[in-house]
């Protein structure tokens, strides 16, 4: 199975009833808590007058106490969408059909992906951090002069790529586990497991649709931002990496268990 084809298929064919459960909590997490805020920071690097790493790490970040307030709202937000388009995706998947009856039913959707989540939000920030630094150190050994600034822009470039794959690795990891936890209702250890056999399996075309939808919201990110339009490249950058990432692992989980799928069919007579 080509799953790069499969998720843009579906992407493209399902976007509004995707935009339905997104658009809410890609408008509020783009605009206030900059997801992609480490690329916005990679566009601006050259231009930027920067002494030491609390420079480095206030303009990815800033530091306000209201923060904190967003953060908690956006991840309850994400937590509900995310609950909500699996469900969506789960039950086109299984019938053929697009309903919102059993998508708005949560029951312990909600409580599993609050689990990757939070693990998601954790490592990513650990590993951003960590990206932050490594770009503070390009900075003081290659200096501030015009070619010092070309070769750590160059070599920032290539970490924070290498950083992003990795936690878009970790997203899928993590999106599979979870939709096992979901629908087979086994524990997260024996599901990621699971997952780590089903992802090695399909090496090739996961890393296919993880490139893609990480190199889509990287251009989107820093074009954007060299337009003054920043928070555009974050709102349009979570409505294709997200949902890139959630039908990614169903298509995979669908695969690696044998499940037939009925959202290709133009009509589904039950069985």
């Given amino acids: ?38 690329y916005e920071f990679l566009a601006k690097y050259p231009t930027l007058s920067l002494q030491n790493f609390g420079d480095f790490y206030l303009a990815v970040y800033g ?18 969408a995310l609950s909500l388009l699996l469900g969506f995706i789960e039950s086109h998947f299984k019938t053929g059909k697009v309903s919102f009856k059993n998508t708005f039913s949560l029951n312990s959707n909600i409580l599993n ?45 290539l970490f924070v790529l290498a950083g992003g794959w990795l936690l878009v690795r970790l997203f899928t990891l993590f999106i599979i586990t979870g939709i096992e936890m979901l629908i087979n209702g086994t524990p997260m250890n024996v599901s990621f497991s699971d997952t780590t056999h089903a992802v090695q399996r399909g090496a090739w075309q996961i890393f296919a649709v993880e490139a893609v939808g990480l190199g889509i919201a990287f251009v989107l990110s820093v074009g954007f931002t060299l337009l003054d339009l920043s ?11 997200i949902p890139f990432e959630c039908i990614l692992g169903m298509v995979v989980f669908f695969d690696h268990n044998g499940i037939k799928r009925y959202d290709n069919r133009r009509y589904y007579i039950k069985d």
């Fill in 113 to 157: 992906v609050s689990k990757i989540t939070i693990m998601l939000a954790v490592i990513g920030y650990v590993v951003n951090v960590l990206l932050v630094l490594i770009m503070f150190l390009m900075h003081e050994i290659c200096g501030t002069s015009t070619a010092g600034i070309v070769v750590s822009t160059v070599l920032n470039y």
């Fill in 63 to 80: 530091l306000e106490w209201l923060d904190i307030l967003w953060i908690f709202l956006g991840f309850i937000l994400l937590v509900i």
């Fill in 1 to 38: 199975m080509n799953y790069l084809k499969e998720v843009f298929r579906y992407y493209f064919k399902n976007f509004l009833y995707i935009a339905v459960f997104m658009i809410i909590p890609a408008v509020f997490i783009g605009l206030l808590l900059r997801p992609f805020a480490l």
């Fill in 231 to 241: 928070w555009l490249g974050n709102i349009l950058g979570l409505l294709i990496l």
